[in-house]
């Protein structure tokens, strides 16, 4: 069974700093991982998809990457602002039967003005 | 577009009730899933579905059933609720291209179930 896993479970950064966002998954057959931001009491958005072939997306000041052999991806976030506090998760499509998703437990990311 | 809307956002449910989750999506999009979110668990895959008049089972299927009579519309039901239910539920959808898997999911708001 996959297992995603994000560390570090909280963080708190000031204003203008860059910072990395970690995820790990236990089984390297994946279609692709989606990084996705979620706001309290809401839904999630999806910020950033890695297909299995790509190394990395980026999308303004977000930059995914992703090593399939090793089982990581990261999220840098440059020059975090307060607009960036929320929590964070990654998630993985897998081949196995079904194609299902699996999510990480997330990090909660607080930018301090 | 309204993407994805969830309906009712708030429910109190005694056990042994039941109740219908309705999810809806105007994007035209052929897969959907049901998720629940729980502290310290992440999001765990309930039911999906590929397409209209199809579902398979997620990761955590128990004591749930869906429907997809229509591809915009996803129902979640709870037979008989357990406090074990008690959760946030998403709907999300999403889209493939043939031939490629390119897909992003889009969430609904999500619904708060409290099971007494």
């Known amino acids: 069974k996959q297992e995603v896993t994000q560390i570090p479970a909280a963080l708190s950064v000031p204003e203008g700093e860059n910072l990395v966002l970690n995820c790990s998954f236990t089984?390297?057959?994946?279609?692709?991982l989606q990084w996705f931001r979620q706001d309290p009491g809401k839904g999630l958005t999806s910020l950033l998809l890695i297909q299995s072939s790509q190394r990395e997306q980026t999308s303004g000041r977000l930059n995914a990457s992703l090593d399939k052999s090793s089982g990581r991806s990261t999220l840098y976030i440059a020059a975090s602002q307060p607009g960036d506090s929320a929590t964070y998760l990654c998630?993985?499509?897998?081949?196995?039967?079904?194609?299902?998703?699996?999510f990480g437990t997330g990090t909660s990311l607080t930018v301090i003005p | 577009n309204a993407g994805v809307t969830q309906t009712p956002k708030f429910r109190v449910l005694k056990t042994g009730q039941s109740m219908t989750l309705l999810c809806a999506q105007d994007?035209?999009?052929?897969?959907m899933y049901w998720y629940r979110q729980d502290p310290g668990m992440g999001l765990r895959l309930i039911h999906y579905?590929?397409?209209?008049?199809?579902?398979a089972k997620g990761e955590v299927p128990d004591g749930y059933n869906v429907s997809r009579l229509k591809k915009q519309n996803f129902l979640l039901g709870l037979e008989s609720a357990a406090p074990s239910q008690t959760s946030v539920y998403f709907c999300a959808s999403s889209y493939s291209i043939p031939g490629l898997v390119i897909e992003t999911q889009y969430f609904g708001p999500g619904t708060r179930l409290l099971v007494l």
């Open positions: 994007m035209n999009h052929e897969y």
């Open positions: 089984d390297s057959a994946i279609y692709n």
């Open positions: 579905s590929v397409g209209e008049g199809t579902t």
């Open positions: 998630a993985v499509r897998h081949y196995e039967a079904g194609n299902q998703f699996y």
